[in-house]
């Protein structure tokens, strides 16, 4: 078989574009089967599952992939007179290379999601039943704060340089701004009725924040602290992610069985339908993809995210994906 230049250089960049793929792995927890499962990026296949985590739904994974943390729905109630910050709950700490759950921290209440700074150092999980985020020393695998928040704290935001934190509040319709020197709230945002999942605009000046109430997506400038747009997107609004050049939102609609893409330059939309239920979704950067899950049944859609396509599918063992956690190898 002959080959032009063109030819052979179109194979390399495939072969680029493939190894790119291979080399991401995607940490999955799957809620009511009690366990975290890893799933190659190029092949969509899950090569790997870790047990023995209570009912996980928040995930984080440390920048150097060396260790997951992953929340839990789970909690034991507290006995009349018990103190409100007693722990009650756990964050399992997983080490995918030794493939099991090497110890577990004790917090207050069920954690909903998580985040990690961008050195590794602390994770802040939301406690919405507790109105708090608490904040795990990853040296010393402790709570070293904890940072009242508005009502029902559910997603955190951190930038890049580590400075900000910011917290969505689904029970007051704001997002609390934490200075990360301090560990103090600084100012309180307005995000609309029911702010939940969140994602910053490439340059972190907006924050897109997912109003399942309201069946929208509330832009919010960082600046001005308060609403500047919405988009329309249809009921049970959930899922919430951007594209690899920042111009695209994903967003999922439980109700309505679709998956909405929001061109944020034009405002213009386009959706698909997926049933039943698409939930939690995260692109899968560098790989052109966007991974969503099902709230009703087992399985996560691969979604190109250009053409908006379902180009594949992923069967889970049991239970429901939720917060994603994306490394690189």
């Known amino acids: 078989m002959h080959y032009t230049k063109l030819n052979i250089l179109g194979l390399s960049l495939l072969a680029i574009a493939a190894m790119s793929n291979a080399d991401t792995t995607v940490y999955i927890p799957l809620g009511t089967a009690n366990q975290v499962i890893a799933v190659?990026?190029?092949?969509?296949?899950?090569?790997?599952?870790?047990d023995g985590v209570d009912n996980p739904h928040g995930l984080v994974a440390t920048p150097d992939g060396e260790y997951l943390v992953a929340g839990s729905l789970k909690e034991t109630a507290l006995k009349p007179g018990e103190a409100k910050d007693k722990p009650n709950s756990k964050?399992?700490?997983?080490?995918?290379?030794?493939?099991?759950?090497?110890?577990?921290?004790?917090?207050?209440?069920?954690?909903?999601?998580?985040?990690?700074?961008?050195?590794?150092?602390?994770v802040i999980s939301t406690h919405p039943i507790r109105g708090n985020v608490s904040v795990v020393d990853m040296q010393t695998n402790q709570v070293v704060k904890t940072v009242t928040t508005g009502a029902a704290p559910n997603y955190t935001l951190v930038t890049r340089d580590g400075k900000k934190a910011f917290v969505s509040n689904s029970g007051d319709g704001t997002i609390s701004e934490i200075d990360l020197d301090t560990w103090?709230?600084?100012?309180?945002?307005?995000?609309?009725p029911s702010p939940e999942h969140t994602v910053f605009s490439?340059?972190?000046?907006?924050?897109?924040?997912?109003?399942?109430?309201?069946?929208?997506?509330?832009?919010?400038?960082?600046?001005?602290?308060?609403?500047?747009?919405?988009?329309?997107?249809?009921?049970?609004?959930?899922?919430?992610?951007?594209s690899d050049d920042g111009n695209t939102l994903f967003v999922t609609s439980k109700k309505e069985d679709k998956l909405v893409a929001v061109d944020t330059r034009t405002d213009t939309k386009k959706s698909i339908t997926l049933s039943p239920a698409p939930y939690h979704l995260n692109t899968i950067h560098g790989t052109g993809k966007v991974y969503i899950s099902s709230r009703k049944s087992p399985i996560i859609w691969v979604v190109d995210q250009k053409s908006l396509k379902v180009i594949g599918e992923i069967k889970l063992p049991a239970g429901e994906a939720h917060q994603m956690a994306i490394v690189k190898d």
Do not use: C
């Not at 190029?42 to 870790?50: F, L, N, P, S, V």
């Not at 700490?93 to 602390?122: C, E, F, K, N």
């Open 91 to 122: 964050l399992f700490l997983i080490h995918p290379a030794h493939g099991h759950v090497m110890s577990t921290i004790p917090v207050a209440g069920w954690t909903h999601h998580q985040a990690i700074t961008p050195d590794g150092r602390y």
């Open 184 to 192: 103090k709230v600084i100012r309180e945002l307005k995000a609309g």
């Open 202 to 242: 490439a340059d972190e000046k907006t924050i897109y924040v997912a109003n399942p109430r309201a069946g929208k997506v509330s832009v919010v400038s960082v600046e001005k602290g308060d609403v500047v747009k919405t988009y329309d997107i249809g009921k049970s609004v959930h899922g919430l992610d951007i």
């Open 40 to 50: 190659d990026a190029g092949k969509d296949t899950i090569t790997a599952t870790y």
